[in-house]
């Protein structure tokens, strides 16, 4: 079955460098019903305002991926990685052992991003950073591989989760297999997934179901995070 969740009724915290909408219990906004799904722990839909962003904070066991929707965002960490993700592109941190790092939005105009967080099925790993481009051409049968625990996807976790991602034009149709259970956001436009029409910034719970129609109501971007149940390490 899918769950819809607008993206009117998500969480909400203006901090003013920061307009962060939550999927699910983050930071000031807690909601005893929203807490997780299976192993996905953390989606934020984050705007930071140019010549902004998170100062050096700690991580620990933890798959955390961004996805940049417009502008980009400037990583820095305690084992000397640097990095510009722009819009399209994703980053991945596995914080494993522990590790420092910023995120800051060094350019001139507001950042948009997924900021992701999954529960790794490996404590204690080496921690790790990682970034990729993807090509900005239309899907047209099938998603695309963002991010996976094997090598499907140019982008590794350690978890046996996946990202899959595509722009939709208008009226292109697609069926897309879920593995596990699935999350689904929509990044821009408007899709018809099943009989539920979403729209930019909305979010899905696919759960019980082998796959997913999905149909572009208008050109598209749309994220598919398939995540196990519960955590097996």
Known sequence: MLTHYPYKQLGHANHGWL????????????NPSRTGFGTLRVINDDIIKAG????THPHKDMEIITYVREGAITHRDSNGNVGRTKAGDVQVMSAGSGVFHSEFNLESEDTNIFQIWIEPNRLNVEPR?????????????SLIPLVAGDETAPLFIHQDASIHAG??????QLRHP??????????EGALMLDDI????GDGLEATNVSSITIKALSDA???VIDVPEKNSR
Do not use: C, M
């Open 129 to 141: 950073w990682d970034s990729h481009q993807f090509p900005t051409e239309a899907t047209n049968d």
């Open 19 to 30: 307009d962060a909408r939550h999927h699910f219990s983050f930071s000031s906004y807690q």
């Open 197 to 200: 029409t979403a729209h930019k």
């Open 52 to 55: 902004s962003g998170f100062d």
């Open 221 to 223: 971007k749309i994220l």
């Open 167 to 172: 722009y939709l034009t208008e009226g292109t």
């Open 178 to 187: 879920i593995k596990h259970q699935a999350y689904i956001l929509v990044s």
